[in-house]
């Protein structure tokens, strides 16, 4: 626990450091990259360069300095952090790299401001955090590897399969390696996979397309326009391949509620919304599935949607595409604005709604879903990849 004394001095010290944060973040990535190379496997270096998690490192830090003596109100963000952390399988040997070149990063960027009494207080408060993730993911990497099927650490499986779903994705079927079962997950969640590209280790997450079945497990792909890994998995990789899997992991969940689900899905997205309409379908709940893609072309699952709603009275299946070819027949045309999203919301009490797609697709549905009067707690949404503002 942080002293009085080094809250003090956190608290007083919090605004120029949270002025100063980018240019710590730009900073302590190159300087941990550099001094400690083998770390570099965790870090999705796309992200790196667009900026995406040296953004969300920066809004991390100005978060935790302005919650310092209220670190429930980071609870939400402190699960996430986890949950990522644990499918990239983090030891605490690594927040001992981190936290070393951040104090330094830190020390670089604000010089003589950094005094021996702040230097104190912002280690201090670095090793609080740290201790609690470590604490919470060491209890999350204990409850996996105790389920039936569960497992800590990597695991090997093999490519039972691969299905071209559309022109840009891909689904690889996984099976162990060991021949025994698989945990179950919850459907939303994703895996983490170690893979070698051309001799270099990299680690990715990718979320799981398919239901829970104890046996297998389902990944799809979007192959990405400079996308080394994605690449690499749509070309190279084939069936009877081997590769580590580390246990299901993700808080993009179902929340609890019985109320009608409003699914809205912008191109990959389809991926973990699949497996959640299945699970609120056999609770019994009413769902709207949207999906909005460029065309036809780019549009997967369209056949395992349609099954859905032939199977379930209460499954509305909607796809809208932004610039369809001739022979494509969508539901809508254009983008899902406000007005189109007021009809497509579902009448009844407990509405809820979870949007996974690109960034801009994600902010405008959630502007207009607000400003057709759904609260911002019945409004869920996933990133693929560091956690930014969606605004």
């Known amino acids: 626990m942080l002293t009085p004394a080094q809250t003090a001095v956190i608290k007083a010290t919090a605004p120029v450091v949270a002025a100063n944060a980018s240019r710590i973040t730009g900073t302590f990535y190159p300087l941990m990259f550099e001094r400690f190379p083998e770390v570099r496997a965790v870090f999705n270096q796309s992200h790196q360069r667009g900026g995406a998690q040296p953004e969300a490192l920066a809004n991390a830090i100005i978060a935790y300095a302005s919650n310092i003596d209220r670190l429930e109100a980071l609870g939400p963000a402190?699960?996430?952090?986890?949950q990522k952390h644990v499918s990239l399988n983090i030891t605490p040997d690594q927040y001992e790299i981190v936290g070393a070149c951040l104090m330094e990063a830190i020390g670089r960027v604000l010089g003589d401001a950094v005094t021996a009494e702040v230097a104190d207080a912002w280690g201090a408060a670095y090793w609080q955090l740290a201790r609690l993730l470590i604490a919470a993911e060491e209890k999350e990497y204990a409850r996996k590897a105790a389920l039936t099927g569960g497992w800590r650490g990597a695991r090997r499986f093999r490519i039972a399969g691969k299905t071209r779903e559309?022109?840009?994705?891909?689904?690889?079927?996984?099976?162990?390696?060991?021949?025994?079962?698989?945990?179950d997950f919850q459907p939303?969640?994703?895996?983490g996979l170690k893979l070698s590209v051309d001799g270099e280790t990299v680690h990715r997450n990718y979320s799981l397309s398919a239901s829970p079945n104890g046996r297998d497990y389902r990944i799809s792909v979007k192959?990405?326009?400079?996308?080394?890994?994605?690449?690499?998995?749509h070309d190279r990789v084939?069936?009877?391949?081997?590769?580590e899997v580390y246990p299901p992991a993700g808080e993009f969940v179902l929340r609890d509620g019985d109320g009608p689900l409003l699914l809205i899905t912008g191109?990959?997205?389809?991926?973990?919304?699949?497996p959640l309409a299945e699970q609120a379908l056999a609770a019994g709940r009413r769902v709207v599935y949207v999906h909005a893609a460029l065309n036809g072309s780019v549009h997967a699952f369209r056949d395992h949607v349609a099954e859905l709603a032939q199977r379930h009275a209460g499954f509305r299946p909607v796809c809208c595409y932004a610039e369809p070819e001739a022979a494509d027949r969508p539901d809508l045309t254009g983008l899902l604005d406000r007005d189109r999203l007021a009809a497509l919301l579902p009448e009844g009490e407990g509405v809820a709604?979870?949007?996974?797609?690109?960034?801009?697709?994600m902010a405008a549905v959630i502007a207009a879903l607000t400003a057709l009067g759904l609260p911002s707690s019945a409004i869920h949404h996933e990133f693929f990849g560091p956690k930014e503002a969606v605004a």
Do not use: C
């Not at 402190?78 to 986890?82: D, H, L, M």
């Not at 084939?238 to 590769?243: C, H, K, T, W």
């Not at 709604?353 to 697709?361: I, T």
């Open 223 to 233: 192959r990405e326009p400079q996308g080394a890994v994605s690449g690499f998995l």
């Open 78 to 82: 402190v699960e996430g952090i986890v």
């Open 267 to 274: 191109g990959v997205g389809q991926t973990p919304a699949l």
């Open 166 to 183: 559309s022109a840009v994705i891909t689904s690889f079927r996984l099976e162990p390696v060991d021949g025994g079962r698989v945990m």
């Open 238 to 243: 084939q069936i009877g391949d081997e590769l």
């Open 188 to 191: 939303g969640q994703y895996l």
């Open 353 to 361: 709604a979870y949007v996974v797609g690109p960034k801009p697709f």
